[in-house]
Each structure stands twice: as C-alpha cells, then as structure tokens.
C-alpha cells in the first residue's frame, strides 16, 4: 500500500499533497522530515489536500508526507488527570520537540498500580470492568474498548504497568493500558437518561434561578469585560463534579496561567489536595496554532467522554467557543469554501449542534450512569448578541447564562442577567429538590424571578416620576428587587465566605429576601408609611451572605429571625 507522497504546494497551514495514494479524509499525515501532524480535508484525484496543526516553517515543496493510517486521536490513559496539554492532547512540558508518533500519545512516560478486577475465562463486552489504577485522587477504571468483546483469555498481575503496556488479551486482541480514540466522533453509550440532579455549581444564581442538570449543556455568551472566563473558573473550583475538562480555547495566555496558578493553590473540597488533580488542561491560547484550536474543543470532550464512560460525572468548560467558530472561519476561507454569515462555513451551526450533541447524561456500554455537562463561553464581537455564534448556540443548548455590561459595569458579579438568561429542566430540578426535602424551591424560585421582573419595570417608570410618586406596594417591590440583587444574586469570588454556597444557604438567603418583603408589605397594608420602612436599617438583609459562612443556613435563619424581629417594632 502507498502511505508516503511529495508536497507540492503550500498555502498557510493547507499544504497539497501528491502521490499519496490509499488515504481517507480524516486521516493523519506526518508531514516533512519533522514530521509534522496534519489532517486529511480534501482529495481530488492524485492531489491531497492536508491542514497542518503546527507552523510549516523549514519545509519546503518536494518534502516528503507520510500517511498515519489512523484518524487525528486521543491517547487515553491514567496520565490526563493533572496533565496540561496543547489542542492536540500533547504534554506542553515536552510538546515543541515531539515527532507525530509521540507528540500524539502519552504513552510510555509513566509506571501505575495496577489491580485486576477479571477473573480469566470469564465472557466480557464492551465497558466491562478489567481493572483498577489508584491515581490518588480517583479510581481510574480499565474499561474493555468499545468494539471488542469474548472471552478474557489473558490479564495482567498486580503490580505496576507502564503506560505503553498491555492490560489483558480479550478475544485474541491486547488491550492496553492507553486507548486511541478518535476525537471526532463520540463515544457509544447503551442509551440516553433525562434530566434529574442538577449540577450543582456553588454560584446562587445559577443553582437558584437557572441551574443546569448533569448531562446538559450551557452557553455563557457576554461581551469584553463581563466576566466570562471569571465565572467559568468559579465554576471550575466549585461544582460537584467528579471530573473537570477545561479547555482555553484561544483566550489569553496570561488568564490562564492565573487560572493555572488558582487551581495549583486551592485545595479540593472533595479530596482535600489540590484542584488540578481532578483537572485535564488543554490550553491552546491565542498564541498557538489556530488549526490546533480547532481540534482543541474535540479532544476536549473525548476526554471528558472517556471519564464518563468509567461512571463518573465531567465537565467540559470551552472558553471560548467563538474562538473555535473562527478558527473554523480561518479555515473554511484558506480552503476556498463558500462562506456565509458575516464570513462563517455554512455548516457552522451543525459544527455548533454535533458539539453540544456529544453531552449528556447517559448508561454506558458498561451499565454505569455518567453524564458529561458542556458549558461554552461564546465571546461575541461588540457584545452582538445576534451576531452566528451566539444565535446558533442559543438554539442547542438547555441554559443560558448571559452576562449584561450594565451589570458588570456595575461591580454586579457575576453579572448574569435574568432578563435574557433561561433554563429548559427546571421542572426535572425542581422535581428533584421536592424529592430532596425542599419542595418550596421552584415556587420560591417563581417568585423571586417575578419580584426582578417587576422591579426592574418599576425602575424603568420611577425615572420618569420618582419614587414617592408609586404606590406604597410597588415601592415595596423596589426594595425586593434590590434585596434580591445586593443579597442573593451577587456573589463576591474573592470573599472565604461567599464565593462559594450550599443549596441549603442559597435556600435560606431567598427565604430571608421573601419573608422580609412579605413582612413589609404586610406593614404597609396594615397603614404603615412607605417611607418609614425605607428609613430603617435593613441593610443587613445583603449582609447576611457575607456574615454567614458557605454552609452556614442556620446563621442566615437566626439573621432572618432578628430581621422580622426589628420590623415589628414598627408595626
């Protein structure tokens, strides 16, 4: 079989290739003496046209290009935990002098404690569980590869295994320890489950109002400025996870080494040592090549593919994906595509969907429940909020967190607005609180996002007449409004106290907001002057979540208690 060819022309990162016979599109070519990686986009009789992920600088027309074979893949073993890699899931340690054979694998690097869980002679499929790596965070669990499936014929004793050696001989085939996968397609599950337990994030604004179920899918669109990769990383430390793919798609280098830094310094809530052990980076900053931005995203949610298929619950934290769609963009015009809005690949919006397709929640081959929830940062130009991206985005995925300037320009963080912000599975998490012992949550929920609505109308008419010219209820409403934004809504990510909360504190700081609201305007009913109730000092119904600790809803209810408790001296 002919693997190997002659480049002919290069044209940026496209370099045609010819005499490179027997090859699929999708597949992976070494490309010059480096051998550096490059994709399969296009053939056209005896001309193959290649994107190369890596800058072609010192090959020149005439190097020779050699076929892989293999589609563009992710080494999956017990090295990714705690590992930083680049779009194409190299160590970016040791990626600038890596040949395609190793700067694609992770292989052969380091030893693991092995322990077999199968007994040989026993019948396995796909899923089935080989054995156990302790990587001192969590069980990294040997599945057997989708695919493969008989008798266990051989498997390896306790003791240590490297990364680049065989685990078991499955139906006359060697399974090791590192699978390839290829990152453009997903990886099979038994069946699709429905929405039920929310992720829960720590933020109160989206586990109050627009919470996300585990296995669903988030968009985070919002302009320069607004707080987008501050509260992907608020998110990243303290949702319940098990797993955290984190993928800096095309953002500044100089943020994600901040985000590097806090993960490094914050100890994990769960295991008690540091975050990034949980944690798989892949960063491809602004720096790097866009064509590794593009793959970036797709490795990314392999690996989290790989986790959940061992049982656990990932998530994919994308900033940005409207770096992604234009490095899609950069090379849909390099390869002469016809473009479509404002310069984008008419197959932009199906790229967006097979994206977000790839989440859920799921029972694996092996009968195990996992889910991997996607959360994309979309970065629109202007703060455009109908500009491709994020209006296709809008259409796939089950939450919206948009974050509003005028917020952040206020110092209101995270600055999530609830005028444009939605969430499709309340009603399953809701479902699921009533069966946690918390029944109230989704009319609590109602109410409070009422209250906003009318205050904020309320707002828009006190402009033009002031406040004393309102009736006494609405003004009541006003102070609502402002309790619920100064409260409950805001969030301080630099406060030991507050950058984080339970569902139980969140529970309690709304019940606080609603009962105070619910005494005052049963005050101004009973004949109690507007303007009375808004001399008092209730500033401390904000100060409550910064008083109390994360856990804390028993202080915020003994604050609740002496709250009323003043208010009635009024009456």
Known sequence: MDVSGRIRRINGPLVEVEGLANVAMLDLVALGEGKLPGEVIAIDADVVTVQAYEPLG???????????????????????LGGIFDGLLRPLADAGDMILPRSLDVSGARSWPFEPRAERGSVLGPGALLGVVQTGVIEHRVLVPPGISGVLEEIAPAGTIADDGVVATLAGRSIGLVERWPIRRSRPVRSRLGAEAPLATGQRVIDMFF??????????PGGFGTGKTMLLQQILKWCDADVIVFVGCGERGNELADA????????????????????????????????GREASIYAGMTVAEFYRDMGYDAVLLADSTSRWAEALREFSSRSGELPAEEGYPAGLSSALAAFYERAGSVMTLGARRGSVTAIGAVSPPGGDMTEPVTAHTERFVRCLWSLDRDLAYARHYPAVTWRRSFARDVDAIGAWHAAAGRPEWAHERARALGLLGDADRLESIVELVGVPALPARERMVLLAGRFLREGVLQQNALSDNDATCNAAKQSALLALVLAVYDRCTALVDGGVPAAVIEELDLARVARVRDETGPTDAAGVLAAQREILAALEKVA
């Open 211 to 220: 919470p996300i179920a585990k296995g669903a899918t988030a968009a985070v």
């Open 260 to 291: 590097l830094a806090d993960m490094r310094a914050l100890t994990d809530p769960r295991t008690g040592r540091s975050l990034l052990e949980r944690t798989v980076v892949i960063a491809n900053t602004s720096n790097m090549p866009v064509m």
């Open 58 to 80: 010192g090959i020149a027309t005439g190097a020779p290009a050699l076929a892989q074979g293999l589609p563009l893949f992710a080494a999956l073993g017990p090295g990714l």
